[in-house]
């Protein structure tokens, strides 16, 4: 009896560690995606700005984005107080 309570024990905990990865790479999946385009979008901006775009500084910006949206500010709220921090990172 004991031996069939463990083996369930152990089946549930496989069925719920595979829901919760499949979760957690799909997030992951999706952040990229956003990062991806966040990343484009600002090397556009710089060229336009006549600025000279480094990886890191995408990166950076992108992570401020991406860090924002995960705690539910709004999508032009959120690149308005990246682009404060930023600017006061640089000066």
Do not use: P, W
Request: charged share 25%.
């Amino acid at each position: 009896m004991k031996l069939k309570l463990y083996f369930l024990s152990f089946l549930g905990f496989l069925y719920f560690n595979q829901i919760f990865l499949t979760k957690s790479s799909a997030d992951i999946g999706i952040n990229s995606i956003i990062k991806i385009f966040c990343i484009e979008n600002v090397k556009s901006e710089m060229i336009k700005a006549n600025r000279v775009y480094t990886k890191s500084f995408g990166n950076k910006v992108c992570n401020c984005y991406l860090k924002n949206i995960e705690q539910n500010i709004e999508h032009e709220k959120s690149i308005l107080k990246c682009k404060e921090e930023i600017n006061k990172n640089l000066n």
